[in-house]
């Protein structure tokens, strides 16, 4: 087939060069983000009385025609079209002659393909963080429901001090908020329209960009042709998003699989996202957390790519940059999936209780409290530090708790113990009475719970942006 660009060559480009240039076979993933962003640039083109109105008409007509017909399956996109711009010119040419030749007025593929990729990656971003938001909804309801579940809190994955369920799950809960956040960021600097930039200089046609970018639902125009063309930032940022959306699914990941061990028992995972053994017929594998865990990799290979390849380009465009939609498609297809899943495998996950409130009674995690209660009795901290550190010895040799040695063994260690030690080194009291804000206690839970309820119900995703996502 004949190129768009083909009037400058006298031979037919070789095959194996042209299959190597062609980008049609990832590119046609935004086939609707090309008509979108073609209908708009004829439009702005009949209003600057470049195009006739009927001329936009007759263009504007048969690209939905184009459109329906790609999505009906009885127009197949196939690899006889270097990428998907000529696809769509080509069909159009074919079927208005002339007046579909006047398409390109004005434009080049150079902006054309800048418009594209954030047409597209605009959309996904707003995908995913409807993604990020149901996880969030799914935590939330964990945290409502777990303010009284007793669990140790871990560092260096030793037994620390005693929390609750809804305390560690408030942890992930800030963590996908700033993720949203960062998405919400991304939005707002990336919503500029690069279209009407040209190869790189502009055009002399008189344009109005202002007008297509309100078509398009973007702020307005980008402010140099050159940048716009060349900028690439907008995937290297939503990349690097993405990629610490897994590296936080990757973490709580982590830690499903270490509490679904026979060793901790914490929680039990639903058959329907658990495997089992070909050859051990008693296993129940928590696959799904485990592939979302090792796919980080995989976005994390994406956004170094990009970077990679970015690093040593010149002004303005440059081939290399059709590197940037492969990787970029991948990343975003594995963090949606990744998302739904692990959001459908939280909640669905059962939480074992009992067994939560054994370990944090066995792991000694109220030593730092019955340090304390020693301290406001008088004795210097690190002496009660020294003291509670040999209490914990003694228990160890006995295998017992704090809560089990008998009052009379704990004032042989120390005479400042009294019976109200009990009551001050209990689970409940050692969780409880941590009332500041962003701490276990229930009422702290409680107030950070109502303020999340608040964000939840806020949205960020204007009017304008629905309108887009639709």
């Not at 806020?458 to 887009?468: I, V």
């Amino acid at each position: 087939m004949a190129q768009l660009w083909g009037g400058r060559f006298t031979k037919e480009t070789d095959k194996l060069v042209y299959n190597f240039n062609a980008s049609i076979l990832f590119d046609k993933k935004f086939y609707r983000q090309d008509i979108e962003g073609s209908m708009a640039h004829v439009c702005m083109l009949a209003k600057q009385g470049i195009l006739t109105k009927e001329e936009m008409q007759a263009i504007v007509k048969t690209l939905g025609e184009i459109q329906q017909e790609v999505e009906e399956g009885s127009l197949a996109i196939t690899e006889e079209y270097e990428d998907i711009h000529s696809f769509v010119e080509a069909n159009l040419i074919e079927r208005l002659g002339d007046t579909g030749k006047k398409l390109h007025t004005g434009r080049s593929r150079n902006d054309q393909v800048a418009l594209d990729m954030k047409l597209y990656t605009r959309l996904e971003v707003l995908y995913t963080d409807v993604l990020v938001k149901d996880l969030l909804k799914v935590l939330l309801r964990i945290m409502e429901e777990h303010t009284e579940t007793i669990m140790p809190g871990f560092t260096h994955l030793q037994k620390a001090q005693p929390i609750t369920l809804a305390h560690h799950m408030g942890a992930y809960f800030e963590m996908f908020k700033r993720d949203r956040l960062r998405l919400r960021d991304i939005y707002t600097r990336m919503n500029y329209c690069p279209l009407g930039s040209g190869a790189l200089a502009g055009t002399t046609y008189p344009l109005d960009r202002e007008y297509t970018a309100e078509l398009l639902g973007f702020y307005g125009p980008t402010l140099n042709s050159m940048d716009s063309v060349a900028d690439r930032d907008y995937l290297i940022e939503f990349l690097s998003a993405m990629s610490t959306i897994m590296m936080h699914l990757s973490r709580f990941c982590e830690e499903v699989i270490i509490w679904n061990s026979n060793e901790y028992g914490f929680v039990e995972m639903d058959d329907a996202y658990s495997t089992g053994s070909s050859i051990m017929p008693q296993k129940k594998n928590p696959d799904i957390a485990e592939l979302v865990r090792g796919k980080t990799g995989r976005v994390y290979g994406a956004l170094v790519s990009l970077l990679t390849t970015m690093k040593g380009i010149p002004l303005a465009y440059n081939k290399d940059m059709q590197e940037d939609k492969e990787l970029t498609f991948d990343a975003i297809d594995t963090v949606k999936g990744c998302l739904a899943l692990f959001t459908g495998m939280l909640s669905t996950m059962k939480f074992h209780k009992d067994a939560m409130r054994r370990s944090a009674n066995n792991g000694f995690t109220n030593a730092t409290d019955a340090a304390d209660y020693l301290v406001k009795k008088g004795v210097p901290f690190r002496d009660a530090h020294s003291i509670v550190g040999r209490l914990v010895l003694s228990c160890i040799e006995k295998n017992i708790a704090i809560d089990d040695m008998p009052l009379q063994e704990l004032k042989a260690i120390s005479p400042v113990f009294e019976e109200d030690v009990y009551e001050a080194v209990s689970m409940e009291t050692c969780v409880n009475k941590r009332l500041t804000i962003g701490g276990p206690g229930k009422v702290a839970m409680e107030q950070v719970i109502a303020l999340e309820k608040e964000y939840l119900a806020e949205e960020w995703q204007d009017e304008e942006a629905k309108k887009w996502k639709k």
